[in-house]
Antibody, heavy 123, light 108 residues
Framework: EVQLVESGGGLVQPGGSLRLSCAAS????????MSWVRQAPGKGLEWVSV???????YYADSVKGRFTISRDNSKNTLYLQMNSLRAEDTAVYYC?????????????????WGQGTLVTVSS | DIQMTQSPSSLSASVGDRVTITCRAS??????LNWYQQKPGKAPKLLIY???SLQSGVPSRFSGSGSGTDFTLTISSLQPEDFATYYC??????????FGQGTRLEIK
């Protein structure tokens, strides 16, 4: 059974740092594309970052230069290092598997999600 | 960035109703469109991928259609467990994907 379990959220002051973890089971993180998606309180979904199976990484403009996505293959775990945090980074952060379907094109979608971890940036 | 606009933003309906939610892209995205359902306090759940393909385990009362810039999610006969928020998401501009703002489906 595929499972994703996030941890590491909490209350942090503006300008501070936090590292989120996403422990996977039932599949191999390093063989898949993995993303972080966040949701501010009462708001919609916002894609944050992705790491490809080959190791390439991409970020939303809103977090570029402040957040770093990585993985530990030995622990089958995905991470999000968040630095220089701002109030607008307050959100529930979800990790999700970014699965590719090859039909008439190469379609991708988030087929498995974790339960989310809340990050609150406030003084 | 490709903007995704859903309509309506909220919708009241009754059990047994047929409901349609629309998603419009700011440019053509072919069939690179997915739909998710989210219930309060829970993670989103994939319903439809590639505009019209039903994810395994999702009831057949859910269907998706469209291509280019205009897409619809239809629930043929609303069930009590379908009251939730629905999001569309484009994957045309992968890796920088974007979501619609959501449509909240409430009980009338």
């Amino acid at each position: 059974e595929v499972q994703l379990v996030e941890s590491g959220g909490g209350l942090v002051q503006p300008g501070g740092s936090l590292r989120l973890s996403c422990a996977a089971s039932g599949f191999t993180v390093s063989s898949n594309y993995m993303s972080w998606v966040r949701q501010a309180p009462g708001k919609g979904l916002e894609w944050v970052s992705v790491i490809y199976s080959g190791g390439s990484t991409y970020y939303a403009d809103s977090v570029k230069g402040r957040f770093t996505i990585s993985r530990d293959n030995s622990k089958n775990t995905l991470y999000l290092q968040m630095n220089s945090l701002r109030a607008e980074d307050t959100a529930v952060y979800y990790c999700a598997r970014d699965w590719y379907y090859y039909g008439s094109g190469s379609y991708d979608y988030f087929d498995y999600w974790g339960q989310g971890t809340l990050v609150t940036v406030s003084s | 960035d490709i903007q995704m606009t859903q309509s309506p933003s909220s919708l009241s309906a009754s059990v047994g109703d047929r409901v349609t939610i629309t998603c419009r892209a700011s440019q053509s995205i072919s069939s690179y469109l997915n739909w998710y359902q989210q219930k309060p306090g829970k993670a989103p759940k994939l319903l439809i991928y590639a505009a019209s393909s039903l994810q395994s385990g999702v009831p057949s009362r859910f269907s998706g259609s469209g291509s280019g810039t205009d897409f619809t999610l239809t629930i043929s006969s609303l069930q009590p467990e379908d009251f939730a928020t629905y999001y569309c998401q484009q994957s045309y501009s992968t890796p920088t994907i974007t979501f619609g703002q959501g449509t909240r489906l409430e009980i009338k």
